[in-house]
């Protein structure tokens, strides 16, 4: 018997999916950038034992992103906030990003599988995109559109770590790291969407 379908947005009228986050600046370790920015009650959190495998989600995301000179980044979906692992990432080397960009519209979207479960053996497979950080395949940087006007950056499924808790309540976020800490580094989350793509 086939699992029935349905789109459920998960962070409905959670903080996180109702406000637009602040700019997030000076980093460069992982840093939780969700609107929020995983403050108790903010950030979208699983319950205890709620996954299951087989499980489908689709996550997505937007915003805009500042620099000075031309610093790497990557935005990933973290399991267990910022400080947890990431299930996917998207990573721009500094001589590929943009050269002093100016509030840069950026798009990420992954979709991935629950594969297993347990509090040591919880296993995800998630994979997406990442648009907006890269101007040129050739790592051409620029503060204006060019041509292509951006190159979409793979965002591969997380391996050195496959093991997730999922037995316990853990938060799922959006976070960012940056090569260089500057106050005109800042991202900028404007929409995030966390979405059941099978029964909850």
């Known amino acids: 018997m086939s699992t029935p379908t349905w789109i459920t947005l998960a962070n409905a009228n959670m903080f996180n999916q109702v406000n637009t986050g602040t700019a997030i600046s000076n980093f460069t370790a992982a840093t939780d950038i969700t609107p929020g920015t995983n403050v108790a009650g903010n950030a979208y959190q699983?319950?205890?034992?709620q996954l299951y495998p087989g499980q489908m989600w689709r996550f997505t995301a937007n915003g805009i992103w500042s620099s000075t000179a031309s610093p790497g980044i990557s935005i990933g979906i973290y399991y267990g906030g910022a400080a947890g692992s990431p299930l996917c990432y998207g990573s721009v080397a500094a001589a590929s990003a943009?050269?002093?960009?100016?509030s840069v519209p950026w798009y990420l979207q992954a979709m991935g599988r629950v594969t297993a479960t347990g509090s040591a053996t919880g296993a995800w497979n998630v994979v997406g995109m990442l648009v907006g950080m890269q101007p040129t395949l050739?790592?051409?940087t620029g503060t204006g559109p060019v041509f292509p006007p951006s190159v979409v950056t793979p965002m591969p499924q997380y391996t050195a770590n496959a093991q997730y808790?999922?037995?316990?309540?853990k938060q799922i976020t959006l976070a960012s790291t940056c090569t260089a800490s500057a106050a005109a580094n800042a991202i900028t989350v404007y929409n995030w969407s966390v979405e059941y793509l099978t029964e909850p």
């Open 46 to 49: 699983t319950a205890p034992a």
């Open 98 to 102: 943009w050269s002093n960009a100016a």
């Open 138 to 140: 050739g790592g051409t």
């Open 165 to 169: 808790d999922t037995s316990v309540a």
